[in-house]
């Protein structure tokens, strides 16, 4: 079987070389997709590339975390994988828990095995920004409402894919928004989802999303927009789900 870490990555120079090298202590076939870092990022994976420690894919400019997983998808088919594991490069996806995905992945009985942050609690977890988790909740609970999907964070990137499910999916969200198709693309797919509990890290809660997006109502409004263009062939009493809880305080 074989299995890609695959981390996106955005102007990370300040963990880059930590992360991945505990990333590699665990597993050592490992993707890197630059979008498009302009703090020095950039420099440093294609020396890592140049001496084969990862393989790399850059982007020329700064196109979206979406785009990012779906390169790395589309890597992974291209390439023969089995699985491609998700992770983030901010120290807030610990490396220790790459055995575990693995573990569940060799049991062979789901084709999504995502992380929650809110699943169980291990204490000495951080506190996440309010915005973050009320727009968390408010998304999950419309997706299981839709969709039946028992999740608990549909937001958490620390996933692991099937690739050859993932083929199935027809992905072109390109920003932070992509939970909004994905969920609904799985679904509708019949793909098996099975979550497991990670730590709830939040290193530097004011991180930035970027121009509009920094703002949380405009953020919801944008992920609910996302949203409904992948339920259109809802019923309409159906579609009310997500009206009504577009009108959640963030």
């Known amino acids: 079987m074989r299995?890609?870490?695959?981390?996106?990555?955005?102007?990370?120079?300040?963990?880059l070389t930590s992360v991945l090298a505990q990333v590699r202590q665990f597993?050592?076939?490992?993707?890197?997709?630059?979008?498009?870092?302009?703090?020095?990022?950039?420099?440093?994976?294609?020396?890592?590339?140049?001496?084969?420690?990862?393989?790399?894919?850059?982007?020329?400019?700064?196109?979206?975390?979406?785009?990012?997983?779906?390169?790395?998808?589309?890597?992974?088919?291209?390439?023969?994988?089995?699985?491609?594991?998700?992770?983030?490069?901010?120290?807030?996806?610990?490396?220790?828990?790459?055995?575990?995905?693995?573990?569940?992945?060799?049991?062979?009985?789901?084709?999504?095995?995502s992380g929650s942050r809110y699943m169980a609690s291990s204490g000495g977890e951080d506190v996440p920004p309010e915005d973050r988790r009320s727009i968390n909740r408010t998304i999950t609970a419309i997706l299981n409402d839709l969709y039946s999907l028992k999740l608990t964070d549909s937001f958490c990137g620390f996933k692991a894919h099937r690739v050859s499910?993932?083929?199935?999916?027809?992905?072109?969200?390109?920003?932070?928004?992509?939970?909004?198709?994905?969920?609904?693309?799985?679904?509708?797919?019949?793909?098996?989802?099975?979550?497991?509990?990670?730590?709830?890290?939040?290193?530097?809660?004011?991180?930035?999303?970027?121009?509009?997006l920094d703002d949380a109502q405009n953020r919801l409004r944008h992920y609910l927009n996302v949203l409904v263009a992948e339920v259109e062939k809802l019923p309409v009493a159906e579609k009310h789900l997500i009206a009504e809880h577009s009108c959640c305080r963030c």
């Open 165 to 212: 499910a993932m083929k199935r999916l027809a992905l072109d969200v390109e920003g932070y928004a992509f939970p909004m198709q994905f969920w609904p693309q799985a679904a509708a797919a019949g793909l098996v989802i099975k979550e497991i509990p990670v730590r709830l890290i939040y290193n530097d809660p004011t991180r930035h999303f970027g121009g509009a």
């Open 3 to 15: 299995i890609l870490i695959a981390i996106p990555i955005y102007n990370e120079r300040k963990y």
């Open 27 to 113: 597993h050592r076939d490992v993707l890197v997709v630059d979008d498009g870092s302009t703090d020095g990022t950039a420099e440093q994976l294609k020396a890592m590339s140049a001496r084969r420690e990862i393989h790399l894919i850059s982007h020329d400019k700064n196109r979206g975390y979406g785009r990012s997983l779906i390169d790395a998808f589309n890597f992974a088919t291209a390439r023969g994988y089995d699985w491609v594991i998700t992770m983030d490069c901010d120290e807030q996806h610990e490396p220790k828990m790459i055995p575990e995905f693995i573990s569940h992945i060799r049991m062979n009985n789901a084709d999504i095995i």
